[in-house]
């Protein structure tokens, strides 16, 4: 079954604690990216990549990292959690380029920062 | 991406056709519709997209105006399943990102 996989699904951790969330496809998809969901803020990207290591910056990628070494992985890194990261975080990922009648998107990651 | 206007909220009864507004009348020419839907925090959906035609695909229906600054997504018979956020989309094939804004919630009524 083609999808996108994020593990965990709900974390609950302490500021400044490191902690990576993961998202894996298994589709062959070149094109990957994470974004996060608050209430009255809809959708935001954090980050993209077009294919293997090449990633870049969305709309909000202050306080995260994201690594791309292989093609059906790709997680997100927070160095130093703090509060405002809580959040829901949706990885997706599309074949070719960020074609968007082809784009997955995993279940979500509810975290939470205290 | 273009600008996009929706309702907050609409509700159909079940069994209904659901037909689902949306506005974009800043769309440049070579800018796609998408509509995606998100069911209770659940990653988004693809739903269906088009760029001048009318589109039809097993989840839904596209209307698209001539001038292109609107178009009307229909769920044929909403089910109680189609309760969810639906996101219109105005934007490039492609762009790095898709902006997704506040949606339409939809409430499928029994």
């Known amino acids: 079954e083609a999808q996108v996989t994020q593990n965990p699904r709900y974390l609950i951790t302490v500021t400044g604690k490191k902690l990576t969330v993961t998202c894996s496809q298994n589709?062959?998809?070149?094109?990957m990216s994470w974004y996060r969901q608050d209430p009255g803020l809809g959708l935001r990207q954090i980050y993209y990549?077009?294919?293997?290591?090449?990633?870049d910056k969305g709309d909000v990628p202050e306080g995260y990292k994201v690594s791309r070494k292989e093609k059906r992985n790709f997680p997100l890194i927070l160095e130093s959690p703090s509060p405002n990261q809580t959040s829901l975080y949706f990885c997706?990922?599309?074949?070719?380029?960020?074609?968007?009648?082809?784009?997955?998107f995993g279940q979500g990651t509810r975290l939470t920062v205290v | 991406d273009a600008k996009t206007t929706q309702p907050t909220s609409m509700d159909c009864a079940e069994g209904r056709a659901a037909n689902l507004p949306c506005n974009h009348s800043?769309?440049?020419?070579?800018?796609?519709v998408y509509w995606y839907r998100q069911i209770h925090s659940q990653g988004p959906q693809y739903i269906i997209h088009?760029?001048?035609n009318n589109e039809t695909n097993e989840m839904a229906s596209l209307i698209i105006t001539e001038d292109r600054k609107s178009s009307t997504l229909i769920l044929p018979h909403a089910t109680l399943r189609d309760t969810a956020v639906y996101y219109c989309?105005?934007?490039?094939?492609?762009?790095?990102?898709?902006?997704f804004g506040s949606g339409t919630r939809l409430s499928i009524r029994p």
């Open positions: 088009g760029l001048k």
């Open positions: 589709m062959n998809h070149e094109y």
């Open positions: 800043t769309i440049s020419g070579n800018e796609y």
């Open positions: 997706a990922s599309s074949l070719q380029g960020p074609q968007w009648t082809e784009a997955f």
């Open positions: 989309i105005a934007t490039y094939s492609s762009a790095s990102k898709i902006i």
């Open positions: 990549s077009m294919n293997v290591e090449a990633t």
